[in-house]
C-alpha cells in the first residue's frame, strides 16, 4: 500500500480545510458608508430633482404644474406645486445630506389636500427611499423601499400593480386609454378646463408608458354637505403613511405651524416583498400617484362626470423634519 501517496492526499485535504475556514472566519469587509451628515449650511428641502414622469393628467404639459422645468420649483422650498398625474407617475429627488432616521417622523411632504369636514380631498401618493450605496449623489445604485403606510397590509391594497398608459396622439386633450395587468382597462378623462394632450410630450416613449408598484384603494365618494344643501364628491384621506394626504398628523402640523405636511417615518421602510428593512438614514425619495380614479361617480361610461379629472398626488415640496426650522 502507497501510504506516502494517502499521507500527501490526507495534507491536501487539511490544507483545503484549514483554508476554507480562514476565509469563513475573515471578517466580512464593511460596506462603505456615504452618510452625509447635514451641517449649518444644509438646507432642509429638496435640493436636486432626478426624475420626473407623470402619467397622463389634466395639468401635464402645463409649464407651472406639469413639465420638468415645471419640477424645479419644488426645490428649496415648500410653496411649488407639480403635479404627478394619474396612476404611477412619479418623482425622484434628493437632499444635500442624508436624512436621519430618528425617533418620529423623518421626512416632511407638502402637498395640497382639502380638508374641511365634508369637504375633504386627498390624492394620497406612495413615498420610497433610496440610500446613495456608492457616494456618487445619484439614485443609481440602491433599491427602492417602501414607506408602509396604514394601508400597506390590508386586503383591498394590491401589490405589484403594472398599468400602461397609450397615447392618443391628438393636438387637444384627449381620453387617454389605459390597460392594467389586472385585465382592466379605462381612460383617464379629458375635462373641459385643461384642454392641452395630458399625455406627457417628454416622456422617453411617445407610444405608450407603464407605471408598476402598490395600488391603494379609492376612497371617492360622494356626501351630503349640509352647508351647501346638495351632495359633494370627496376622496377620503387614509390614516397616516402617505404624501398630499388630509391625514391627522397633516391637521396637527397646520395647527402647530399654519402649514400642513404628511409626516414620514423612515422605520416603515420594506423592501419588495414586504420584509422591514433597517435604514440609519437615506438619501433620495421617490413619490408616485397611489390611486387610479378619475373623478367621476356618474356610473354611466358614456357620459362620465369629466369635471374633477384624475386623482393626482400633488407635490409642493418635501423637508427633514430634524433640521427643518
Known amino acids: 500500500m502507497d501510504f506516502t501517496g494517502i499521507k500527501r492526499i490526507l495534507l491536501f485535504t487539511l490544507l483545503a480545510f484549514l483554508a476554507a475556514c480562514s476565509k469563513d472566519d475573515a471578517p466580512a469587509t464593511p460596506e462603505p458608508d456615504h452618510f452625509r451628515p447635514a451641517n449649518s449650511a444644509s438646507s432642509a428641502y429638496i435640493s ?6 407623470p402619467a397622463p393628467g389634466q395639468f401635464v404639459n402645463d409649464g407651472a404644474t406639469g413639465t420638468p422645468d415645471g419640477a424645479k420649483a419644488i426645490i428649496g ?16 429627488a434628493g437632499f444635500d445630506h442624508s436624512i436621519e432616521n430618528k425617533e418620529g417622523n ?6 395640497n389636500p382639502l380638508t374641511n369636514p365634508g369637504q375633504e380631498w386627498s390624492e394620497p401618493g406612495i413615498v420610497l427611499v433610496m440610500q446613495d450605496k456608492n457616494g456618487n449623489g445619484k439614485p443609481d445604485d440602491g433599491a427602492w423601499y417602501e414607506l408602509a403606510g396604514s394601508e400597506y397590509a390590508k386586503s383591498t391594497t394590491i401589490k ?3 398599468i400602461t398608459y397609450y397615447n392618443p396622439k391628438k393636438e387637444e386633450a384627449t381620453d387617454v386609454l389605459w390597460k392594467d395587468n389586472l385585465g382592466r382597462s379605462g381612460y383617464v378623462l379629458a375635462n373641459y378646463f385643461h384642454t392641452q394632450p395630458y399625455y406627457p410630450s417628454f416622456a422617453s416613449n411617445p407610444d405608450s408608458i ?3 408598484g402598490t395600488l391603494l384603494t379609492n376612497t371617492i365618494q360622494k356626501k351630503f354637505d349640509p352647508v351647501y344643501q346638495t351632495d359633494l364628491v370627496t376622496n377620503l384621506p387614509f390614516s397616516w403613511g402617505y404624501a398630499d394626504n388630509g391625514s391627522p398628523e397633516l391637521l396637527d402640523a397646520i395647527d402647530k405651524e399654519g402649514r400642513g405636511y404628511n409626516g414620514l417615518d423612515i422605520s416603515k421602510a420594506v423592501d419588495s416583498k414586504g420584509n422591514p428593512v433597517t435604514l440609519k438614514y437615506i438619501d433620495f425619495i421617490k413619490v408616485y400617484t397611489g390611486q387610479n380614479s378619475n373623478g367621476d361617480l356618474s356610473g354611466d361610461p358614456d357620459n362620465p362626470d369629466r369635471w374633477l379629472g384624475e386623482i393626482s398626488t400633488e407635490i409642493s415640496g418635501a423637508a427633514d423634519l430634524h433640521i427643518k426650522k
Open 48 to 53: 436636486q430633482v432626478f426624475e420626473y414622469l
Open 210 to 212: 407603464t407605471f408598476e
Open 160 to 162: 405589484q400593480y403594472r
Open 77 to 92: 422650498g415648500s410653496d411649488g406645486l407639480l403635479s404627478l398625474g394619474a396612476y404611477g407617475g412619479y418623482i425622484v
Open 106 to 111: 423623518d421626512i416632511g411632504l407638502y402637498g
